[in-house]
């Protein structure tokens, strides 16, 4: 798994829940969509999971980051705080087939990691 948030915070807790799960490896981190794009390119990792706002992505068209995350990656889960209809269209139009709660992370992402890969 790619690791992607502009939070270090934010990547750091996801990392340290995720490292004792024994399905799940986390391959990289990237703290905007550059570096996502770049380690996504050169990494090709399973799972993408992605905050759907940070620093720099108005520096890509959402149709340029999908194609290059599906060229990549076998599945793009993007992350939230908000689900209004914005963030569901913008999440939909980066490619991602699930758009995760932010703050429901820690207690969705492990099933749904699971039932990705299984």
């Known amino acids: 798994m790619l690791l992607a948030d502009d939070s270090d915070v934010i990547r750091r807790v996801l990392f340290v829940f995720l490292e004792d799960e024994p399905h799940i490896e986390i391959v990289g981190e990237a703290k905007d969509f550059t570096e996502l794009l770049e ?6 990792p399973r799972i ?3 905050d759907l706002h940070m620093r720099d992505q108005y520096k890509f068209k959402p149709e340029f980051v999908r194609s290059e995350l599906q ?3 076998e599945h793009v889960l993007a992350m939230s705080r908000c ?4 963030a ?6 980066y490619g991602a ?6 703050s429901k992370l ?6 749904t990691v699971e ?4």
């Not at 689900?83 to 914005?86: K, M």
């Not at 569901?88 to 139009?93: D, P, T």
């Not at 820690?106 to 099933?111: A, D, F, Q, R």
């Not at 039932?115 to 299984?118: F, G, I, Q, V, W």
């Open 71 to 73: 060229a990549s990656a």
């Open 88 to 93: 569901v269209g913008l999440s939909n139009s």
């Open 106 to 111: 820690i207690t969705e992402l492990v099933s």
């Open 97 to 102: 087939s699930l758009l995760l709660d932010k």
């Open 115 to 118: 039932k990705l890969c299984s």
């Open 83 to 86: 689900h209004d209809d914005a």
């Open 39 to 44: 380690k996504a390119l050169a990494l090709k």
């Open 48 to 50: 993408v999971l992605m």
